[in-house]
């Protein structure tokens, strides 16, 4: 993981048990919210994944990155959510093939 969180992760359900494995429909949404210093951006970042029978699995964190990472952090996240859930890493990166940051995510503070 190159993004480490600032302060750790926050999960709800605060346990969350690798329990994804064979889950056929399994779906993600995130946001966040960026505020940015001279060269660095602090970046909050809350991931869902939404799983068959209406199963939410959150995780929220906060990173401090350079200016321009704000996409590949968010990705990584996602990524790295997934993958705790036990979900394999070729059907996650099948998940984030077409990943594309959107404005419409950003949450304003």
Known sequence: MQYKPTKGFLYVPSRPKPSL???????????????????NVLLDVTTKIIA????????????LIKRGEVKTCIKECILTHLLRMGISRKRANFLLQDFNLSPRKIQFQ
């Not at 494995?21 to 060269?39: L, M, Q």
């Open 52 to 63: 068959e029978y209406d199963q939410v699995y959150t995780r929220i964190s906060n990173h």
């Open 21 to 39: 494995k064979g889950a056929t429909k399994i779906d993600f949404d995130y946001c966040f919210s960026a505020r940015y210093f001279e060269e």
